[in-house]
T-cell receptor, first 113, second 110 residues
Framework: DSGVTQTPKHLITATGQRVTLRCSPR?????VYWYQQSLDQGLQFLIQ???????AKGNILERFSAQQFPDLHSELNLSSLELGDSALYFC????????????FGPGTRLLVL | ELKVEQNPLFLSMQEGKNYTIYCNYS?????LYWYRQDPGKSLESLFV?????AVKQEGRLMASLDTKARLSTLHITAAVHDLSATYFC??????????FGTGTSLTVIP
């Protein structure tokens, strides 16, 4: 158990809908990262938050957005969903100390029908 | 854009054999991470390599880093079935962003 929690575990929705994925980092970790894992794209970095502020953006679509709240939990919002958004979405956290690894949550499996 | 390539993508090996997974990356970094992912599961951190020449070992797995060659290796010694998984390398960059390789799917055959 990495200490990172994600909800829900599974999500089934329809095209055009909007969903919110939630992540709670390990105790004490200030950085939260979101990744998308799909068969054709592999593991893609989406976005990073550090102590409530956006720090870096990766391959995140404009239809996707995220935020980190004062209690450090984070939410990833996916809107106008398309079939191709079906994937496993991971949240990871780290202390952000130099060289510190990232600890991954169990993931949310999203299926868009 | 930083590229991280792993090879092979798929590896099928017999129990008891040795093999090496390679991770090449396209830009300067002195931080390299290895992860393991079991089917349908999350990623588990295996090794953190933070300097040129770093070598870490855990059980039958040994990882090394050559920053000048921009190459990391994950060596498997006397493979056992429990090592079957997908192995990812990740290169660390400024801001602690990680760029992941394509993954190597390892199957150890009894």
């Amino acid at each position: 158990d990495s200490g990172v929690t994600q909800t829900p575990k599974h999500l089934i929705t329809a095209t055009g809908q909007r969903v919110t994925l939630r992540c709670s980092p390990r105790s004490g970790d200030l950085s939260v990262y979101w990744y998308q894992q799909s068969l054709d794209q592999g593991l893609q970095f989406l976005i990073q938050y550090y102590n409530g502020e956006e720090r870096a953006k990766g391959n995140i679509l404009e239809r996707f957005s995220a935020q980190q709240f004062p209690d450090l939990h984070s939410e990833l919002n996916l809107s106008s969903l398309e079939l191709g958004d079906s994937a496993l979405y991971f949240c990871a956290s780290s202390s952000d100390a130099p060289g510190e690894t990232q600890y991954f949550g169990p993931g949310t499996r999203l299926l868009v029908l | 854009e930083l590229k991280v390539e792993q090879n092979p993508l798929f590896l099928s090996m017999q129990e008891g054999k040795n093999y090496t997974i390679y991770c090449n990356y396209s830009t300067t970094s002195d931080r390299l991470y290895w992860y393991r992912q079991d089917p349908g599961k999350s990623l588990e951190s295996l090794f953190v390599l933070l300097s040129n020449g770093a070598v870490k070992q855990e059980g039958r797995l040994m990882a090394s880093l050559d920053t000048k060659a921009r190459l990391s290796t994950l060596h498997i010694t006397a493979a056992v079935h429990d090592l079957s998984a997908t192995y990812f390398c990740a290169v660390g960059r400024i801001g602690n962003q990680f760029y992941f390789g394509t993954g190597t799917s390892l199957t150890v055959i009894p």
